[in-house]
């Protein structure tokens, strides 16, 4: 799954550097010459051209390395030691090394579980013989003739089918081994949140700037910028940019204005019955669109706006699952409850307060940036 999150970071003030912007600027438009299927179908180009949106000016160029040592601290897949704690797990190991279990022996005289690779998938022990799964054109299982070659084992020491403790945690526990300790067991990071993320991403639409401002930067943006992220005029969409810099007012009031039109547009669908619009339909009960109603039959704007909108109880217009800061990690989850009765998640009071405090606390020439990621 896919989360939207929200990291500060420091960075002292950057020099814009027009050479080093003008240079990214032209092998951007290398890129953007290609024929659009080429661009499509070749992910290393793709994987270039987003790149080079992250660091298309001095700003983000210098963001990246930042970016990266803060997120670490929350990497699941980190090999940094700073973050790592080695969990103990030789007692399991060897009470697991040390059972009796169902073994079958095969026709060339190797003994292995019964639920081992070798068998996996294909045959079965039932009633102390083995049997071929899904054997003929019935799919049942039967005692085909390679079958009565084997024969079960009940009740087998598991210790007698390897050499020794330490080959048994190779070949079937995957264990490492503490140095230090001599134990047994994993390395793993008790802060980790994330596999793998990217600056922007599937939004990186997060923040809007003024065009005169310098200090931003597109993210991991896809093959196109501006074109692909209408802003009011003067404006643009960044994943990153100071505090200080970003034009929360004007943000609220352009989220509200599209989804109003949004919203008439949904109306006007409903009431003449059709729509052209791709993966969209009209029902007896309202608009869907992508399987989910967007709009449903006698819907007020103001209730359309508290849904689809900013609501007026957000004191920031941005609306995130995570609060990533220096050591410190927050998330929505901590504030959702299951209701039993409609089996869905619910949010409960809190997290909008959480995310409003967590942005007022922040300095305005802190960094704010967009993050996607995922788990």
């Known amino acids: 799954m896919h989360f939207r999150s929200l990291l500060t970071v420091y960075l002292p003030e950057v020099t814009p550097d027009p050479e080093w912007e003008q240079d990214i600027a032209k092998a951007q438009e290398e890129i953007h010459s290609l024929q659009p299927g080429k661009i499509i179908e070749n992910v290393m180009t793709r994987i270039r051209s987003e790149m080079l949106n992250s660091i298309g000016t001095a700003f983000g160029r210098e963001l990246i390395p930042v970016i990266r040592e803060k997120m670490e601290r929350f990497n699941c897949c980190t090999e940094d030691k700073r973050y790592l704690v080695f969990e103990d797990r030789t007692e399991e190991f060897l009470a697991d090394y040390n059972k009796h279990v169902t073994c079958v022996r095969l026709p060339d005289g190797r003994i292995v579980e019964e639920n081992s690779r070798p068998l996996w998938g294909r045959f079965i022990v039932k009633d102390g013989l083995v049997y071929q799964k899904d054997f003929g054109p019935l799919h049942h299982p039967k005692r085909s003739k390679r079958a009565k070659k084997m024969k079960v084992l009940p009740d087998y020491p598991r210790r007698k089918m390897y050499k020794s403790f330490e080959d048994y945690l190779e070949q079937e526990c995957y264990a490492v081994r503490n140095e230090e300790t001599g134990k047994y067991g994993e390395w793993y990071n008790p802060d980790g949140v994330y596999d793998w993320y990217s600056i922007g991403g599937r939004w990186p639409a997060m923040f809007l700037v003024k065009t005169d401002c310098t200090e931003y930067s597109f993210g991991e943006r896809g093959l196109f910028t501006d074109d692909e992220y209408p802003a009011p005029e003067d404006y ?111 949010t409960i009071e809190g997290w909008r307060r959480t995310v409003d405090e967590f942005i007022d606390d922040a300095d305005d020439d802190v960094v704010f940036v967009g993050i996607d990621y995922h788990i």
């Open 236 to 346: 643009r969409w960044v994943a990153c940019a100071r505090k200080k810099d970003i034009q929360w007012d004007e943000m609220r009031r352009w989220r509200n204005q599209k989804a109003t039109e949004r919203f008439h547009k949904l109306e006007a669908m409903f009431q003449a019955g059709e729509t052209e619009e791709k993966y969209c339909s009209i029902t007896d009960k309202g608009v869907l669109s992508y399987g989910e109603l967007v709009y449903r039959q006698g819907q007020t704007l103001e209730e359309y706006l508290h849904e689809y909108g900013i609501p007026d109880e957000w004191k920031y217009p941005i609306s995130v699952h995570d609060l990533f800061h220096e050591e410190e990690y927050r998330s929505k989850s901590e504030f959702e409850d299951f209701d039993l009765v409609n089996r869905k998640l619910i």
